[in-house]
């Protein structure tokens, strides 16, 4: 089976978010099992220049975007088995940032119109192609409404993930036919009309053959109107055409056992977890403590990951509980300045490490006895399955992904892999902190949920075969 992945991101190329991670590594899950995969991005200037040597030309078209003919450069290279292919528009792509500017309805309306063109030039018929977030959700309505007479198209299917609702592409009317040339039969409440403007999001949602998300529970959220950011009735209505599959984590890179940036390698040694416990100490000038637990949080410093929970508490929690806490992240202004005051606040007990710096990142993980993700709202998450990876046990909020990975442990079972807590509640939060933490001093208990921990399964085999089931469903070969 032949399988085209769009998408505006991916590891290593270029990565904003947890997109980038997926689309690095499972289409590599899915070659492994026989699919024949390549995947099409736009060549962004920040592409790394040892990429860009590597890329060879392959062709040049024209795509219409709108009334418009646009010049799209096709470059290539192959990597780890997949065939990667570069959109190359200098007027679009070669910017400093991915995403953020005015323009943006317009650059990617083109990336969705230039991955359907560029097959005539690269001689690839996909049986399926795999669209990823609202920057490549158009391709299905495209594949529709310009494509389907063309014989080369006529069998092509469509899947169409959600990474984060939140995120829709919500744009004026005037875009259906500037951008996209499309009718008025386009504009309708059973297509991209979303409160009189054009959603990107919503037209992935209607005209592909099936959609999913990265996670079971998110899957079920997404259909409440809390979560659902008004397209929770139409989510509802897709029935069995929504799937939530858990996104996987390349263990490969993301492995104690062999991770270059982390200071001592291990397996499952707690004394060895410990000895980066106190290399990290000392790089971030904490006292060095190999028996106080260190609380964990590498994260974008954003509402959504619950960061009110964490300021209301924080100071009780380091004033009146022997632990220490550890942040590294960058986002808000308003949290990075709060949280280097309380860092001067607690300097004994706290390092808010305001960057975005992934080799620190794995010593965290690496050192870190508990990892703290209190997200009001998480589509998958993989903070939370690197914690787990590096035996740094999650407390989470119950929610998403994070309630589909992270399993409450039972004293008197032995089984579970976590904490977790229901709602959005500092003080639950609180609590719950405080017990993994009394558990920690238990060696005997906080052994089981090590050892529960990084005996887990994270990679992306399981979810790999149920994309590979998606796929045969949708072309009939299930």
């Known amino acids: 089976m032949n399988v085209l992945f769009a998408a505006a991101e991916a ?27 390549s995947v099409v991005l736009p060549k962004y200037r920040g592409i790394p220049e040892p990429f860009r040597e590597e890329m060879e030309h392959v062709s040049e078209i024209y795509v219409p975007v709108g009334w418009r003919s646009q010049y799209c450069g096709i470059e290539t290279l192959s990597r780890d088995g997949i065939t ?29 119109r230039a991955v359907l063109e560029l097959l005539k030039a690269i ?51 005037e875009v259906l036919g500037e951008l996209l040339e499309l009718d008025d039969r386009y504009f309708t409440i059973d297509g991209l009309e979303y409160y009189g403007k054009v959603n990107f999001m919503k037209g992935g949602i209607v005209y592909a053959d099936h959609v999913t998300t990265v996670s079971p529970t998110y899957a079920r959220e997404i259909q409440t109107a809390y979560f659902g950011y008004g397209l929770e009735g139409l989510l509802f209505a897709l029935g069995p055409k929504l ?34 416990k106190i290399r990290l100490q000392e790089e971030l000038g904490l006292p060095v403590s190999a028996e106080t637990p260190l609380i964990s949080m590498v994260t974008r410093l954003v509402e959504s990951k619950g960061l009110e929970l964490v300021i209301r508490v924080l100071d009780e929690m380091l004033t009146f509980d022997d632990v220490q806490f550890v942040i590294l992240g960058t986002g808000d202004g308003k949290y ?55 035996g740094s046990i999650p407390v989470v909020r119950e929610t998403g992904g994070l309630n589909d990975t992270v399993h409450a442990y039972n004293e008197f079972t032995g089984e579970g892999n976590g904490f977790s807590f229901a709602n959005i509640n500092a003080h639950d939060m609180l609590h719950t902190i405080r017990r993994a933490v009394s558990f920690y001093r238990q060696p005997q208990h906080w052994n089981t949920i090590v050892k529960n921990a990084v005996s887990g399964d994270y990679s992306w085999n399981e979810s790999a075969r149920a994309y590979m089931d998606i796929y045969g469903r949708v072309t009939g070969r299930a």
């Open 11 to 37: 590891v290593p190329f270029m990565k904003i978010g947890g997109l980038a991670d997926v689309i690095g590594a499972l289409p590599q899950a899915l070659a492994k099992n026989g699919i024949n995969v």
């Open 84 to 112: 990667y292919y570069f959109v190359d528009n200098e007027y679009y792509f070669g910017r400093d940032a991915v995403y953020g500017y005015m323009d943006d309805g317009e650059r990617f309306a083109f990336l969705n």
């Open 123 to 173: 001689d690839f018929q996909p049986d399926v192609i795999h669209c990823h977030d609202w920057h490549t959700a158009l391709i299905p309505v495209l594949l529709d409404a310009h494509y389907r007479h063309d014989p080369l198209y006529s069998g092509i299917r469509t899947v169409f993930t959600i990474h984060n609702l939140l995120y829709q592409g919500i744009y004026p009317y």
């Open 243 to 276: 799937s939530g599959i858990v996104n996987g984590i390349d263990t490969k890179s993301y492995n104690p056992a062999t991770d270059p940036h982390i200071a001592v390698q291990y397996r499952s040694s707690l004394a060895k977890k410990k000895e980066n």
């Open 336 to 390: 990075e300045h709060w949280f280097r005051e309380a860092e001067r606040r607690h300097p004994q007990k706290m390092s808010a490490q305001i960057a975005f710096n992934d080799a620190l990142s794995r010593k965290i993980y690496a050192s870190s006895d508990i990892f703290l993700m209190p997200s009001n709202f998480e589509p998958c998450g993989i903070s939370q399955l690197l914690a787990l990876r590096y």
